[in-house]
């Protein structure tokens, strides 16, 4: 086996698949962000997102391929259905980058053929055939996925994948696209599949969800019967139940070298910071218990596990905390501190602010310094994911005033300031902050938003770590979510940021509901929700 062979190429689906988490969705900033910090993490193939699906999108994914995608070893990839309108959006969006990748797909399951595509057999081979000729003769390399391929017919599985090899694809994907199949199984699919249609030109892929929490061993099995792409996100993220996480996958080829005799370019110290940038944008919190990047991923309580620990590390680790990137120092800056060694120590941890958004952490920067002796990593961390996660907002918080503590009712005040300048207050009172800082802001913004989610987390140890709130709102049509992030040593302060963040993104996508500021007293008044 030459060591060509032994390599498995990472395709990172974080800002494609990983987005279609609902309530996940990422602006052109955030979307940089995260690309940056995957090129950081040496993945070999960006799906920078779905350019048919808005135009932002394709402004997004252009983006990246021209920032990004000028390394001669990242290959930038757009999906695009099986369609001409797609494909060319694909291509518009890609088409920037050294190595230009069209992913194309279409379902071959008799489920999906019958009832969501109503396409015959016949007919989804013809259009399979078309899609990859255009995408081929537009200059990209050409990936094509069987949606749903393991609840497919395999004779005509074969026959859909062979045809798209002669049309020109050299990337063949097999999708488990609703977590169905079982690690032997689909194995011997791959396997099946390689035997049937011998193209030692095409790379074979593995792309597993998570529905029965097997995505992570069906990709390894994958790979066992001779795959050498995987499809990953960061922390799993994805439809439903998510996708194979590219941490365990990449750990799992690292640490049990000894069975699996495969390997990836990944820089295994950058994935502590990759998961946790992909949660502070995405507003999606890594679960405790998560592999490899969860906060109790290298934490031991018990007492017996805490004597092995003491005796002999391995004991208890398979992997150092090292390898991932969770051992983080503290940092030096402090209130004295200048504007070029904030930023030098931002773009050390992985984040590039510029304009406006530089000077608005580093002001945050020198408040919360002159609040707290030391800052660590993750207090920087957590103000600079702030600035990039921060919509282009229509309105920004001046003035917050908020009173709690029992038996009384919590009441807010808050003043907002408009792009013209116009500034418009109001004042709400509820059974919590929470809940009065969240009745005020929708007074002013637009009452038809609910509450769904809220979430604190901390970004460090100590009384005094930053806190980290991410929210989520409904918006009127009760099926849309749009996330907030909002980070400050004042929780209220955090809270306050984060429901305006995820206002500002409500009013982005439905412009109509905004309420007018002439309309409104700029005098402080009680909202209709007191």
Known sequence: MTNESCRIEIFDTTLR??????GASLNQAE???VAR???RLRVDVIEAGFPAASRDDLAAVQAISEEIGGQPDITIAALARAQEKDIAAA????AGAARPRIHTFLATSPLHMEHKLCMTPAQVLERVVAAVEQARELGAEVEFSPEDATRSDPAFLAEVLAAAVAAGARVLNLPDTVGYALPQDYGDLIATLREQIPAPAVTWSVHCHDDLGLATANSLAGIAAGARQAEVTLNGIGERAGNCALEELVMALRTRRDALPWHTTVVTEELARSSRLASQLTGFAVAPNKAVVGDNAFAHEAGIHQDGMLKHRQTYEIMTPQTVGRQRSELVLGKHSGRHAFRQRLEELGFHLEGRALD???ARFKDLADRKKTLTAGDLEALAADEIGA???????????VVCGQPETASATVRLRDREGTETAAAAVGPGPVDALFRAMGSLITPAARLADYRVLSSGAGADAVGEV???LHGADAEHRFSGYGADIDIVVATARALLSAFNRLLAATPARRKDPAATSSRVERSEAC
Not at 391 to 400: D, I, Q, Y
């Open 470 to 472: 991410s929210v989520h």
């Open 391 to 401: 919509p282009e907002g229509v309105f920004e918080l001046v003035h917050l005033h």
């Open 360 to 362: 608005d952490a580093f």
């Open 37 to 39: 910090q995957l090129a």
């Open 31 to 33: 979307k940089l962000g």
């Open 17 to 22: 698949d990983g987005e279609q988490c609902p």
């Open 91 to 94: 291509w518009r969006g890609v």
